[in-house]
């Protein structure tokens, strides 16, 4: 067995070496710059599909409807299209939707948002109730149609008081769903 170990070794002890020590520095660099890709890309759509709402173009809208629908084919058009007004509904209530979401420095500042000094929290929980089962859907229709690129979990946590996300919260579970 000596005799087989020792040549494999001054044959190969060098590659081996390196195998192990430059391996896990090379992985780490290729991943990193495969995360860098896919947050640039990320990024890239996000700003699309801002653009794309600022216009608040219906025929975008109605493509975009479309696609969600593809995605979920087991969810009614009826449904579907309920779904789209109350993310609508809800973007309204906050202040988030297209019209009013005049903003500066990439949406770091809001401009005159007036509607979202005075938020319709009443309304956006009424909304919010309706589709328990379907929030991934209110989620996605939300940030593609009904606002600039906007994630409803970081606006309900923005624009709902403590107590009533709590309370919104605690529905959810009631009915078996942990969105949020």
Request: hydrophobic share 35%.
């Amino acid at each position: 067995m000596d005799t087989k170990i020792i040549p494999f070794l001054k044959k190969y002890g060098i590659f081996l070496i390196v195998l192990f020590l430059v391996f896990p520095y090379v992985y780490k660099y290729i991943k990193g710059a495969i995360n860098i890709v896919k947050d640039t890309n990320l990024e890239a759509k996000q700003t699309e599909n801002a653009n794309q709402n600022a216009k608040a173009d219906p025929v975008i809208t109605k493509e975009k409807v479309k696609e969600i629908k593809k995605a979920y084919p087991n969810v009614s058009s009826k449904r579907i299209d309920e779904i789209e007004a109350s993310a609508k509904k809800i973007a309204y209530a906050f202040g988030t939707n297209v019209d009013d979401n005049h903003v500066l420095l990439g949406g770091k500042i809001d401009l005159y948002n007036v509607r979202a000094w005075t938020e319709d929290e009443q309304g956006a929980i009424k909304e919010l109730k309706k589709f328990t089962g379907t929030f991934p859907i209110l989620e996605e229709m939300y940030y593609k149609t009904a606002t600039k690129s906007k994630n409803l979990k970081n606006d309900l946590i923005k624009y709902l008081s403590p107590t009533d996300l709590q309370k919104l919260s605690k529905f959810y579970k009631s009915q078996g769903y942990s969105w949020l």
